[in-house]
């Protein structure tokens, strides 16, 4: 069954289009903090087994403690708790990056993330190695180096009695040509 004839049901409507999950950057921000904070408030539990002293001659008894440890702010949990894709992120700064006020609050965020990861690191939080790639802090020096040394090849073709025809110098991927 279709709809009636002459149907004006879509003139009830006073918007076209879904309504945008953040209408505003206050809305973002928002958002973002009720992540903050739920992350704050759910640790992540470590179970250990503690001994602990009695008096009796029975001497120490063991138990099990749960130990909260700190949660990182991540992207990734960002939009799992917004229910949203991390390419739906992606796209939503691309398509903001011309407000402003988007703008602030989209680095903002960012920095937050940023901050709490590397400050979570430096205070042994979080295991340092992990935490230094994943916000591009590596010592890229040495990678540096050996890009450097393979940098450029070079084809030499020689005669028989030593005389050079051919000596020319190619960029890394046709290495296969020496």
């Given at each position: 069954?279709?709809?009636?004839?002459?149907?004006?049901?879509?003139?009830?409507?006073?918007?076209?289009?879904?309504?945008?999950?953040?209408?505003?950057?206050?809305?973002?921000?928002?958002?973002?903090?009720?992540?903050?904070?739920?992350?704050?408030?759910?640790?992540?539990?470590?179970?250990?087994?503690?001994?602990?002293?009695?008096t009796s001659a029975q001497g120490a008894q063991t138990c099990l403690i749960d130990l909260?440890?700190?949660?990182?702010?991540?992207?990734?949990?960002?939009?799992?708790?917004?229910?949203?894709?991390?390419?739906?992120?992606?796209?939503?700064?691309e398509s903001k990056r011309d407000d402003e006020s988007f703008q602030w609050a989209i680095?903002?965020?960012?920095?937050?993330?940023?901050?709490?990861?590397?400050?979570?690191?430096?205070?042994?939080?979080?295991?340092?190695?992990?935490?230094?790639?994943?916000?591009?802090?590596?010592?890229?020096?040495?990678?540096?180096?050996?890009?450097?040394?393979?940098?450029?090849?070079?084809?030499?073709?020689?005669?028989?009695?030593?005389?050079?025809?051919?000596?020319?110098?190619?960029?890394?991927?046709?290495?296969?040509?020496?």
């Amino acid at each position: 069954m279709g709809f009636k004839t002459a149907n004006q049901a879509w003139r009830l409507r006073h918007t076209t289009g879904r309504t945008p999950r953040f209408a505003t950057p206050q809305a973002l921000w928002q958002a973002a903090t009720d992540y903050f904070e739920w992350v704050d408030q759910n640790p992540w539990m470590k179970t250990e087994h503690r001994i602990r002293p009695t008096t009796s001659a029975q001497g120490a008894q063991t138990c099990l403690i749960d130990l909260p440890l700190i949660r990182p702010y991540t992207l990734s949990g960002l939009c799992a708790y917004w229910r949203v894709s991390q390419s739906y992120w992606r796209k939503f700064k691309e398509s903001k990056r011309d407000d402003e006020s988007f703008q602030w609050a989209i680095n903002r965020i960012k920095d937050v993330i940023y901050s709490q990861k590397f400050e979570g690191a430096v205070l042994g939080y979080f295991n340092a190695n992990i935490i230094t790639r994943e916000l591009g802090l590596q010592n890229r020096q040495r990678r540096d180096e050996q890009l450097q040394q393979k940098q450029r090849a070079l084809v030499r073709r020689e005669q028989s009695n030593g005389d050079i025809i051919l000596e020319m110098e190619y960029p890394p991927f046709m290495n296969h040509l020496n």
